[in-house]
C-alpha cells in the first residue's frame, strides 16, 4: 500500500514535465552523426541503477568497444500507465540512433531521462565518453504524411474510402472518454478509443482523485462513523449552481449531480477503493467528496482502463485526430474522423457517431491568452503536456458553438516551484472542513478557507507575498481521514511537507526554503498567534475574521504538535468553457441547432459548472456526461438517472 501511494502520488508530475526537457534538450549540445569520433570502450555489460520517477530504475547496457549494443530494463519502480511506453521505447530508441540524445517520450520525460543517464553512466564506466554518443537526432520522416493530413484537415471532402470502421468513436482517453467508450461497448457498439498521447489518462492520471456524489454504497456508513448530516441532490445542485455564480446550465448540473452516485458505485463495483473519509472542500456545504485510496485521479483510471478492456473497446494510442468528417460544410451528419499516426494518416468511419472527450486548453498559452491576456507564459499550469484544446477547434470547424471560453480557474494551492498539482497540493483543498488554515507569507491568515478555489487564488495572489502556506497539526492529520502515513511521509521526504515540534519551528523551517529562489521571514511568534486565534474561533463556532463556517464536531483546532506546514500557489488548471452541449451531450451548432452525430462530454464541453467549478465535481462531471454520450451515441437512449427521461 504505501509504496503504491508512493508510486502514484509522487510520480504524476512527470506528466507535466515536458516543457523542462524541452529546456533540457535546447542545452544539449548535439554532435550531428557524420562528424562524430567513439573513443574506444571495455566491452561487457554495465548494470546502473538510477532515479526515474523514482529511485531504483534499473538499466543493464551491453557496449562493444565502439556501439550501445543492448539496453534493457532490468528493474523499474515507476508509474503504471504513464512510464510504460518510455520504458519500451527508450531503450529501443537509443540503440536504433546510437545516442543519449534522443527525444524523451512524451509525458513520461523523467523516465526517460532516467534511462539516457544510465546509459551515459555506463559509456563511462567503460572508459568511454558520452559526448561521443551525443548525437543529433535525425530529421522525423514522418513529416510528409504530417504536411498532407494537414492539407486534407483543410478540405470538406469526405474519404473515397475508410481506413478502419466502427460504430462508435470517442477521442481522449480521460475520464470522460474512457467513460463514454465503456458506455458505448457495453450497449452493443463497436467502439474504437483514440488517444494521441502514447498512453491513455493523461490530465486524469493526475488529477486530485477527489469526487462528489451527494450519496453513494458507502455514504450511510461514512455518515454514521463521522456524525455527518446525510447530504442531498438538491444541495449538491444548489451548491454548484452557486459555485459557478449561476451561469451553469441547471440541465447540465442535474446530469452531474444525479448521475455521481451512479458512476461511483459503478467504479467501486469494479474495485475502485476511496479513503475512510467524506469531506465538505471549499465551496461546498455538505459533506459528499471522497478521497480515492491514493489521493490521485489515476485510481480511477486504472479501473477504468479494466472496464474498457472487459468491454471489449479498441484502444488507439500515439493518433492525434487531425480532422473530423462532416457530410457538408455545415450541414449534415458527422460520419467520421482523420488521424495521424507514427505510420501516416487514417480515416476512420463512425457510423453511429463520434464522441469528443479531448479535454481542455490550459497547457495552450496563446488559447488561453486569447481569452484570458493575463494568463501568461510566465504562469505554470497543472494539466499535462496534451491539454491543448485542438478538438474545440476542429469541432468549430465544422460549425460547433462554444459557450463561456474565458472562464479559465486558478487551483489555489499548486507546488509554488513548479505548478504541479501532485497528491499533497490536495491536502489543503480536502482540509478546510477539518480546520486546516491558510496563511500568507507573514503568518497571517488572509482568506476564507471554506471559500471557492477563484477567491482562494485571487486572495493569495493579493497577499502579502509569494507563496502561501497550509497549516495544521497532528490531530487533523490522524483524523482528518484524507491524509494517509505513507502520504505523509512521502510528502516529508520530498519536502512537499515540512514538520516541526512547534510552531515557532514551523516558521523556521519554512523560512530555510528558497521558493523560485526566494526566501521569506515569517515569525514564529505571528504564525502562534494567528494559529491560537484560529483555535478560539473554532471553539467559539464563529470566525469574526473571514465568516468562515465552523461545524462542531468536524473542525478541529491545531494545539498538539508535530505541526505541518505545506507550500501552496496558484497555478492555471481547469477550463470551465467549451463546447455547447445540450443535456443529451449533443454537440450544438453556431445556431442552437444539433451536429448530427456528434456528442461530447468532460472538460472539452462548456455549460456545466459556469464562472467557477467547485472542486471534486470535475470526474463526475466527465464520468458521468461520458457515459451518457456512450449510451446515446450508440442506442439514442439516456439512462435512467438522466431527470425528465
Not at 546509459?119 to 567503460?126: F, H, L, M, W
Amino acid at each position: 500500500m504505501k509504496k503504491s501511494l508512493r508510486i502514484l502520488a509522487l510520480a504524476l508530475i512527470a506528466v507535466l514535465a515536458v516543457a523542462g526537457c524541452e529546456q533540457m534538450k535546447a542545452s544539449t549540445k548535439a554532435t550531428p552523426a557524420a562528424q562524430r569520433a567513439v573513443s574506444p570502450m571495455k566491452p561487457g555489460v554495465y548494470t546502473q541503477t538510477v532515479n526515474g520517477m523514482h529511485d531504483g530504475l534499473t538499466i543493464e547496457v551491453t557496449l562493444s568497444a565502439t556501439r550501445i549494443e543492448k539496453v534493457t530494463v532490468k528493474a523499474a519502480n515507476e508509474t503504471a500507465g504513464v512510464s510504460d511506453v518510455a520504458l519500451a521505447e527508450m531503450p529501443q530508441r537509443i540503440v536504433a540512433a546510437q545516442s543519449v540524445a534522443v527525444d524523451a517520450v512524451s509525458g513520461s520525460t523523467r523516465t526517460s531521462e532516467g534511462i539516457l543517464e544510465a546509459v551515459g553512466a555506463a559509456i563511462v564506466a567503460a572508459g568511454g565518453k558520452v559526448e561521443d554518443f551525443r548525437v543529433a537526432p535525425e530529421a522525423p520522416a514522418a513529416e510528409a504524411p504530417k504536411a498532407k493530413a494537414e492539407a486534407v484537415a483543410a478540405s470538406a471532402e469526405l474519404p473515397s474510402k475508410w481506413d478502419l470502421s466502427y460504430d462508435v468513436v470517442v477521442v481522449g482517453g480521460g475520464f470522460a472518454g474512457l467513460s463514454a467508450s465503456h458506455s458505448a461497448a457495453t450497449h452493443g457498439a463497436k467502439t474504437v478509443l483514440v488517444e494521441k498521447m502514447p498512453f491513455v489518462g493523461g490530465n486524469s492520471q493526475i488529477n486530485g482523485g477527489v469526487y462528489a456524489a451527494y450519496t453513494s454504497k458507502l455514504a450511510a456508513g461514512f455518515q454514521k462513523k463521522f456524525n455527518l448530516e446525510p447530504d442531498t441532490a438538491e444541495k449538491h445542485i444548489a451548491d454548484t449552481l452557486k459555485g459557478g455564480d449561476y451561469m451553469g446550465d441547471p440541465k447540465l448540473v442535474r446530469n452531474l449531480v444525479y448521475g455521481s452516485p451512479f458512476y461511483l458505485d459503478l467504479l467501486l463495483d469494479n474495485g475502485l477503493k476511496v479513503r475512510e473519509s467524506l469531506t465538505r472542500p471549499g465551496g461546498h456545504y455538505g459533506y459528499r467528496t471522497y478521497t480515492t485510496q491514493n489521493g490521485v485521479g489515476a485510481d480511477i483510471v486504472q479501473v477504468q482502463k479494466k472496464m474498457v478492456k472487459e468491454a471489449g473497446v479498441e484502444v488507439m494510442t500515439s493518433a492525434k485526430m487531425v480532422k473530423i468528417y462532416r457530410e457538408g460544410r455545415l450541414s449534415g451528419r458527422v460520419v467520421g474522423i482523420r488521424v495521424q499516426t507514427a505510420g501516416g494518416t487514417k480515416d476512420i468511419q463512425a457510423k453511429k457517431g463520434l464522441i469528443l472527450a479531448t479535454g481542455g486548453f490550459s497547457a495552450n498559452v496563446e488559447m488561453r491568452q486569447k481569452q484570458v491576456p493575463t494568463l501568461t507564459a510566465d504562469l505554470p499550469t497543472t494539466n499535462h503536456v496534451g491539454a491543448t484544446g485542438e478538438g474545440i477547434s476542429q469541432a468549430q470547424e465544422i460549425g460547433a458553438n462554444t459557450i463561456q471560453m474565458s472562464y479559465i480557474q486558478l487551483y489555489p494551492f499548486a507546488d509554488p516551484n513548479n505548478g504541479v498539482l501532485d497528491a499533497f497540493a490536495v491536502i489543503p483543498f480536502s482540509g478546510p472542513s477539518a480546520g486546516i488554515v491558510y496563511v500568507d507569507v507573514n503568518g497571517k491568515r488572509y482568506v476564507n478557507e471554506g471559500e471557492r478555489r477563484d477567491v482562494c487564488s485571487k486572495a493569495a495572489q493579493d497577499s502579502a507575498g509569494f507563496p502561501t502556506f497550509s497549516i495544521f497539526g497532528e490531530e487533523i492529520y490522524r483524523k482528518g481521514g484524507f491524509i494517509t502515513e505513507g502520504q505523509m511521509a512521502d510528502g516529508i521526504k520530498a519536502d512537499r511537507i515540512f514538520k516541526a515540534d512547534s510552531l515557532e519551528q514551523l516558521a523556521a523551517e519554512i523560512n530555510k526554503r528558497a521558493y523560485k529562489g526566494g526566501k521569506i521571514a515569517m515569525t514564529g511568534e505571528a504564525l502562534a498567534a494567528t494559529i491560537a486565534k484560529h483555535n478560539e474561533y473554532v471553539r467559539n463556532l464563529k470566525d469574526p475574521d473571514f465568516g468562515k463556517r465552523i461545524d462542531k464536531g468536524v473542525m478541529m483546532t491545531i494545539e498538539k504538535g508535530p505541526y505541518y506546514a505545506i507550500p501552496q500557489w496558484p497555478s492555471v488548471h481547469h477550463t470551465m468553457g467549451g463546447l455547447a452541449i445540450d443535456e443529451k451531450t449533443e454537440v450544438q451548432d453556431v445556431w442552437g441547432k444539433v451536429i448530427p452525430g456528434l456528442y461530447a462530454a468532460g472538460e472539452v464541453t462548456g455549460g456545466v459548472h459556469g464562472t467557477n467549478r467547485l472542486g471534486s465535481n470535475a470526474i463526475p462531471d466527465a464520468a458521468v456526461h461520458g457515459y451518457i454520450a456512450g449510451q446515446m451515441c450508440s442506442t439514442g437512449t439516456l439512462p435512467a438517472f438522466v431527470q425528465g427521461k
